[in-house]
Structure formats: structure tokens, C-alpha cells
């Protein structure tokens, strides 16, 4: 005894534990419809669509308060319903793949902006250290001459020297000890935009990450793919 010797009766009952059993989906309906005439009438029954309705969608499925809108669901058939409430949920989660895309792009573009605005106070905080250990170097220098002039040799301390101990006006002692601190409060600094910006760069490599993945689409990728690689593909075969 083949399958095609069961009667229609015990092919429907299969069918209708299949869709309540979550065993068989609207893709398996379709693929049975168009595998016989037999088949095809019997995934046609409303009962069928109906358990599938109710189960997919068991929200909208849900009897509408307008009457003329409830009225209009009972003319329609179960199978038609279904496709139009598909459709409608298809086009939500488009959307909803749109807004994640878009979230993720603002992240990833938040982020960039904070590894530029880290980038640029780095430089500045670098150019501060840079200013700071030049005017250092400098009071060095004149501490240096101060002391010889004042100590050592006085005969040996050349007239530029002279001059630059003259034009200084500042103790130089105090302002040492305040260059001294501010490189290593910019030292600091300088270290904390570094490990922020490491932070700020391993989070920019998950949101770009997490935006490939909201972007992903196998359809279209594959198709694309298939675009790309066609030209090569005939290379190959002519040669």
C-alpha cells in the first residue's frame, strides 16, 4: 500500500496534526501544494490556514472590534489572510532591520567622534608637555649659569649666558618644582586619553562588528557575490 491509496480523510487528519504540532509550516503547505493536484486541494483547506493563523500570529489573530473589519476577515480565506498578515510582518521586520542598522551606524559614528575628540586632546595635552619640558630645559640652563656665575667661575659664563640669567624673572627653584609637576600631571593625562581611547577602540570594533551583523542579509549578499564573482568565472572558462 502506497501513500497515494490513503484516503483524503487521512491525509487532511495528518495535516492537521502537522500544523498544530508546530511539525508543519506555510512553507510546507506551498511545497505540498504544487506537489499534486491531490495535495494542492487538500493544503487548501481553510481548517489548516486557520490553525496556522492562529498560531503564527496569535496576536492579530485576535477578533477586531470594527464589525465591518471582522466581517470582512470571515469573507476572506484563511490562506489569503495569512499571506497579507506574512506580508505585513515582513515589511515590520524590514523596518525594524532598517532601524537597527541606523542605531548602529549612530554608534559606531558616536564612538568615532570620541576617539577623534581623544585623538585631538592627547595632541594638545602632548604639545603642553612638549612646551612644559622646553621652558624646563631652559630654566636647567639658567639655574646652571646662575650658579656658575654666582659660584664657580664667573670668567668662563659667556655674554649670551649673562644675558639669559638677566631676562629671567621668575624664582627659577618654584618654577622648576611647578614644571616638574605639570609634566606629571601631563604624564597623567596623557596616560588616562590612552587607556580611554584603547576602551573607545575596542568599542568601536564591537559597534562595527554589530553593524555587519545588522547589515547582513544572505539574499542579497550571495547576489552580490554572484555579481562580483561572474566576470571571473568566464575569465575561467575561456581560458
Not at 71 to 86: D, M, N, V
Not at 125 to 133: D, F, P, S
Not at 142 to 160: F, I, K
Request: charged content about 30%.
Amino acid at each position: 500500500m502506497s501513500a497515494s491509496d490513503l484516503p483524503d480523510e487521512l491525509w487532511a487528519r495528518v495535516l492537521e496534526l502537522g500544523a498544530a504540532s508546530s511539525a508543519l509550516g506555510f512553507r510546507d503547505l506551498c511545497c505540498l501544494a504544487i506537489a499534486s493536484r491531490r495535495l494542492g486541494r487538500l493544503s487548501f483547506h481553510p481548517a489548516l490556514w486557520s490553525a496556522l493563523l492562529s498560531r503564527d500570529f496569535p496576536s492579530q489573530s485576535q477578533p477586531s472590534s470594527s464589525s465591518s473589519t471582522s466581517q470582512q476577515q470571515q469573507q476572506l480565506h484563511p490562506k489569503s489572510l495569512y499571506k497579507t498578515k506574512f506580508e505585513r510582518h515582513k515589511v515590520r521586520m524590514a523596518e525594524a532591520r532598517r532601524r537597527a542598522v541606523f542605531e548602529a551606524e549612530a554608534r559606531v559614528l558616536a564612538c568615532r567622534r570620541r576617539l577623534a575628540d581623544l585623538e585631538e586632546s592627547m595632541r594638545a595635552e602632548g604639545e603642553r608637555m612638549k612646551a612644559a619640558a622646553q621652558e624646563l630645559d631652559n630654566l636647567e640652563r639658567v639655574r646652571r649659569t646662575s650658579v656658575a656665575l654666582n659660584v664657580w667661575q664667573p670668567q668662563l659664563v659667556h655674554g649670551r649666558q649673562k644675558q639669559l640669567v638677566q631676562q629671567c624673572t621668575v624664582p627659577v627653584d618654584s618654577r622648576l618644582s611647578d614644571l616638574n609637576m605639570e609634566l606629571k600631571v601631563c604624564k597623567q593625562q596623557i596616560a588616562t586619553y590612552k587607556n580611554s581611547y584603547n576602551k573607545e577602540k575596542h568599542k568601536l570594533n564591537e559597534f562595527e562588528e554589530a553593524l555587519k551583523r545588522a547589515k547582513y542579509h544572505p539574499l542579497q549578499d550571495t547576489h552580490t557575490s554572484g555579481i562580483i564573482n561572474e566576470p571571473r568565472a568566464k575569465r575561467k572558462k575561456l581560458k
